[in-house]
């Protein structure tokens, strides 16, 4: 039995492109990932990105391999008239999925470029859909992507692995969601003694889909509402409950824009709210659906090196928090069937009462309120104390600047001093050059990719592009022993 797959990617841009032919394609070139003999020849992977990225992808040694499993095509962002490609994914998504009904596909998948896929991912999710599902959900946790560069420059790329590697550095966005509140729709348990991760997400990113369901249609994100459709059942949708199982990871620089989040250390001094409570909350918020309750309770995704039956038990759903369900149930009138599982009664009461109010409900959002008008005012003070430091950081900037400065010289210490001045010299032309001329050399090291020069010195190159020409001269200077 073989399964005819459409897998689907928007890719563009140096950075993701870099991680999807260098590592998002070699961690699904695997015999239980693409590779696997259940997955049919007739299978086809489109390709969204603009027309100078084509010839890169075509000449890089991950695609040629994975082209001789299945056809590759590719569609230039230009004629499909794409503006804003970030919040026009929805298009691409909408287009591969017209794309799989037209062609009769059975299965679709759509990767993420800046996805890494442990060695057993499509193997899984093969397994659950014959045992009935006719979608998989996962979460995708966000590690940092130049911690991900060092670790795996000579590691292999496997659940056990990945799993280590997230839980050792999981993103500054990622860590935000480590303490529960009312607004998140992710929540993480962190246990560093014991060393594993539990996800809890109200949406989670549908790792396949079949086409036998009628009607699939992106709104807004394929992660976000891609259920929301009549034809499908909660008993259609499977999980992924262990890294082991499979597990996706994705990628993120540490200093992007999302990764700046501020830790308020005020807030440690406040008495911790209860996290079930916010999940009763979030569960009676009419913006949730039925899907988005079955994801949060029964889609619990452990990362952990291995699984042990005390993880397992971590699956199962709180005491309390089944109570507060029955007692909502309850005061809403419904009959409780004690026979039936209370979360299977309320997913169901749910699905026809989408904003749930009652004393309980009252109770819990004051008592939100509370805290959240306490934490405004700590926010008032912790930015009256930002402000402070920023001005002692102004006092001390010259310090602060000689520094860095010497942390630029200790990176560089143990390079090659002629290899260093080459790739300085070049550097420093190669930012002086108008945009004509740096398009063919950007070209030139699309197609060279692979390259073992490049490829070695990737940290260095990395290190001096980011700086200005002004601080790469000062820098080779001071290395060769003339700067004063």
């Given at each position: 039995?073989?399964?005819?797959?459409?897998?689907?990617?928007?890719?563009?841009?140096e950075d993701y492109l870099e991680i999807f032919l260098e590592y998002t394609l070699k961690s699904l070139l695997k015999s239980r990932n693409l590779l696997n003999k259940e997955i049919?020849?007739?299978?086809?992977?489109l390709i969204y990105t603009k027309n100078e990225h084509i010839n890169a992808?075509?000449?890089?040694?991950?695609?040629?391999l994975l082209k001789k499993k299945f056809k590759i095509s590719f569609f230039d962002f230009k004629k499909l008239n794409i503006?804003?490609?970030y919040s026009s994914l929805k298009i691409f998504q909408n287009s591969s999925i017209k794309y799989g009904y037209k062609n009769k596909f059975e299965y679709f998948s759509f990767i993420y470029p800046d996805s890494i896929f442990g060695d057993n991912h499509f193997a899984t999710l093969l397994s659950k859909i014959k045992k009935g599902s006719k979608i998989v959900m996962c979460p995708g946790p966000l590690g940092i992507y130049e911690n991900f560069h060092k670790s795996f420059k000579n590691k292999e790329i496997n659940n056990k692995n990945l799993s280590e590697f997230i839980i050792e550095n999981l993103h500054p966005f990622y860590k935000s969601f480590i303490n529960n509140s009312k607004k998140s729709r992710i929540s993480i348990i962190e246990n560093k003694e014991e060393n594993y991760q539990i996800y809890k997400c109200l949406d989670l990113h549908p790792a396949i889909i079949s086409f036998s369901i009628k009607n699939l249609k992106v709104i807004n994100t394929i992660d976000e509402d891609i259920l929301n459709n009549n034809e499908i059942l909660l008993k259609d949708i499977g999980y992924l409950n262990f890294s082991n199982e499979g597990i996706i990871i994705t990628l993120e620089s540490f200093d992007s824009n999302r990764a700046r989040v501020q830790k308020n250390h005020f807030f440690k001094k406040l008495k911790n709210f209860n996290t079930v409570d916010f999940d009763i909350i979030k569960y009676c918020d009419k913006k949730n659906l039925a899907y988005h309750i079955n994801h949060h309770?029964?889609?619990?995704?452990?990362?952990?090196?291995?699984?042990?039956?005390?993880?397992?038990?971590?699956?199962?759903i709180d005491p309390k928090k089944e109570k507060m369900l029955k007692k909502i149930l309850i005061n809403n009138f419904y009959k409780v069937n004690r026979n039936r599982s209370i979360v299977e009664q309320f997913i169901k009461f749910?699905?026809?009462?989408l904003e749930i109010k009652n004393e309980l409900i009252d109770k819990l959002n004051k008592a939100v309120n509370e805290r959240v008008e306490l934490e405004l005012e700590v926010e008032k003070k912790f930015q009256a104390q930002q402000s402070l430091i920023e001005f002692q950081r102004g006092e001390k900037f010259k310090i602060h600047e000689n520094r860095k400065f010497n942390s630029f010289i200790n990176f560089i210490k143990d390079e090659n001093i002629i290899k260093l001045t080459i790739?300085?010299?070049?550097i420093v032309i190669y930012s002086t050059l108008p945009n004509f001329f740096k398009t063919p050399i950007i070209m030139l090291k699309q197609k060279n990719r692979s390259n073992k020069f490049i490829n070695k010195n990737s940290r260095l190159l990395r290190f001096l592009l980011i700086l200005p020409r002004k601080t790469i001269v000062k820098i080779l200077i001071k290395r060769i022993g003339l700067y004063r």
């Open positions: 039995m073989t399964f005819k797959i459409l897998l689907s990617t928007a890719v563009w841009g049919s020849r007739n299978s086809e992977y992808i075509k000449n890089h040694k991950n695609f040629k503006r804003n490609k309770i029964k889609g619990n995704f452990i990362v952990s090196e291995k699984k042990t039956k005390k993880l397992e038990k971590l699956l199962n749910k699905k026809n009462n790739i300085s010299f070049l």
